[in-house]
């Protein structure tokens, strides 16, 4: 079975741009979590999608906007980029309800310059 | 809010060491616990993880860990150090949100693991 899958690998933006990422779930898991990771504040949880809705949101600003599409399938959203937002934004999934352990995708690397 | 707390940012073994990583947790409810590896620019995987049952659990390529309640702690055991452990390790809390089964992870900041020949 394919892992979690995230596109693209890496990325470049400009300050004040707006950037988003692709995250394809494990088939069959319906839940899926952004995190963003930095040397400064480690992991952070972003946000957690089930079923096409926002289930439960991190301390972030307003920003930072996600969906799920009724395949599962997930996208994040950052718009007027600021350079604290360079991160590795790692995706992860899980088959959801009652089921704890989530898998993780090999994340997106964003630089903003 | 919980949150979790990895003693040491940094461990050093020789190879065929002992391996001990050590975390502790603060909830109120009890918790589910997970240990992470996550190699260079990879993200991570689930080495383990508790939820109920058997306070010691087995997970890949060896590792084991122990839920401790009265010590709040969930520790992170190898017998014998591998070169290719040397890697980052996170350890998380998952906090279930309004009663649901749904929740976030919350990491600790992570401790890399150095293993010398």
């Known amino acids: 079975k394919a892992g979690v899958t995230q596109t693209p690998r890496y990325l470049i933006k400009t300050r004040g741009q707006q950037v988003t990422l692709s995250c394809s779930p494990i088939?069959?898991?319906?839940?899926v979590s952004w995190y963003q990771q930095t040397p400064g504040q480690g992991l952070q949880f972003l946000f957690e999608?089930?079923?096409?809705?926002?289930?439960n949101k991190g301390n972030f600003p307003g920003r930072f906007s996600g969906r799920q599409f009724s395949n599962s399938r997930s996208e994040m959203n950052v718009s007027t980029l600021e350079l604290g937002d360079s991160a590795l934004y790692l995706c992860?999934?899980?088959?959801?309800?009652?089921?704890?352990?989530?898998?993780f995708g090999p994340g997106t690397r964003l630089t903003v310059t | 809010a919980q949150s979790v707390t990895q003693l040491g940012s940094h461990v050093s073994v020789s190879e065929g060491a002992l391996v001990l990583l050590r975390c502790n947790y603060s909830?109120?409810?009890?918790?589910?616990l997970f240990w992470y590896v996550q190699y260079p620019n990879q993200g991570l995987q689930l080495l383990l993880k508790?939820?109920?049952?058997?306070?010691l659990v087995k997970g890949i390529n060896g590792f084991e860990a122990e839920f401790k309640k009265s010590e709040t702690s969930f520790h992170l055991t190898k017998p014998s150090a591998h070169m290719s452990d040397a890697a980052e390790y996170f350890c998380?809390?998952?906090?279930?949100?309004?009663?649901?089964?749904?929740?976030?992870?919350?990491f600790g900041q992570g401790t890399i693991l150095t293993v010398h020949p």
């Open positions: 992860a999934s899980s088959l959801g309800l009652a089921v704890y352990e989530q898998y």
């Open positions: 088939s069959g898991h319906r839940s």
């Open positions: 999608y089930f079923s096409e809705t926002q289930r």
């Open positions: 909830s109120s409810v009890p918790p589910y």
């Open positions: 508790y939820t109920t049952g058997a306070t």
């Open positions: 998380a809390v998952r906090e279930l949100a309004g009663g649901t089964s749904y929740g976030k992870l919350t």
